[in-house]
């Protein structure tokens, strides 16, 4: 799971890919961050004898982070419960779109490689494994690590880590296969016009007619505690948003490394949609208005 010296430059070495790990996993920049930080303590209270033994401490860092993953996933059920309304993962930024010239301050999200493990879609299929099944997928699948590692993890034998991969990847087979990104773009430019002048008719058409829509406000700022369904209900309730919302910037950008929209009120993020599109219409909108879910995005505006 890595090889590195235990000195501390590369022990530091290891928080880029220990980030991206714990993200997926998570899909919180925040809990993955302290994840890390987390495995990080662990190693550090470790006595220098015991650093000594370990051959790689990158890949003990890996198995500790995995394993505190796990059990944070373990937890989340009961949290999510707890959330008001739908909990969506934390959208993520485009660095090279929004920060070229690299003179922002460091920030966890800045260390994770936009592909297509991070896009919504993906990572809201993965929200439906079982914690087990989300651990040994993701490392497996997304890191190409192998099973008789994963097991360390798990606490389970090679076999068993193969068959919880496998239960995993039929679960993403059945999500079926993503739009390109110029085929997304371009739907989502289409829906970006028609909201902007509030063309419902348009935006029907946009919309597939089994289409959902899930918005994440986390009990602190106003939105539908239910998914709307129906591309019709969908399309009443954007224009209704942007009928109560005067002022509001519409923005195409990147989100979690896919075309997405951005809203924006005085130059403050307060709306970041995803988009899954299916033979050239919306089948699933993700909008994340959370407040705390939306810090990446903070000094984007």
Not at 290 to 299: I, S, T, V, Y
Request: hydrophobic share 45%; with cysteine.
């Amino acid at each position: 799971m890595g090889t590195v010296g235990a000195g501390p430059d590369g022990i530091v070495g290891e928080r880029r890919q220990l980030i991206n790990v714990a993200y997926r996993l998570l899909g919180s920049v925040t809990e993955a961050e302290d994840a890390v930080q987390d495995a990080y303590a662990r190693w550090y209270g470790l006595p220098r004898s015991r650093q000594e033994e370990i051959l790689s401490p990158g890949a003990w860092l890996t198995t500790v982070t995995g394993r505190i993953c796990l059990d944070l996933l373990g937890s989340a059920r009961a949290r999510r419960e707890r959330y008001v309304g739908a909990w969506l993962p934390e959208p993520l930024p485009d660095r090279t779109e929004w920060d070229a010239g690299g003179t922002a301050p460091a920030d966890p999200a800045d260390r994770i490689v936009l592909d297509e493990s991070v896009a919504m879609a993906f990572l809201v299929v993965l929200e439906s494994m079982t914690p087990a099944e989300r651990v040994a997928f993701v490392l497996h699948e997304v890191f190409r690590y192998p099973y008789a590692e994963i097991a360390g993890v798990l606490g389970r034998t090679p076999a068993a880590c193969k068959q919880l991969a496998a239960s995993a990847r039929r679960r993403v087979g059945a999500a079926g296969a993503p739009v390109t990104a110029a085929g997304r773009a371009d739907v989502v430019r289409h829906v970006k016009e028609a909201w902007e002048t509030k063309d419902i008719a348009a935006l029907v058409g946009l919309l597939d007619p089994a289409a959902v829509m899930a918005a994440d406000g986390g009990g602190m700022v106003g939105t539908v505690l239910h998914p709307v369904e129906g591309g019709a209900r969908i399309a009443r309730y954007m224009v209704a948003i942007a009928d109560k919302a005067p002022g509001l910037e519409l923005l195409e950008r990147s989100v979690n490394g896919v075309p997405g929209l951005v809203a924006q009120r005085a130059g403050v993020v307060v709306t970041v949609a995803s988009f899954e599109v299916s033979d050239g219409r919306v089948s699933r909108i993700w909008a994340v208005r959370n407040p705390e879910k939306l810090r990446p995005w903070a000094r984007e505006s």
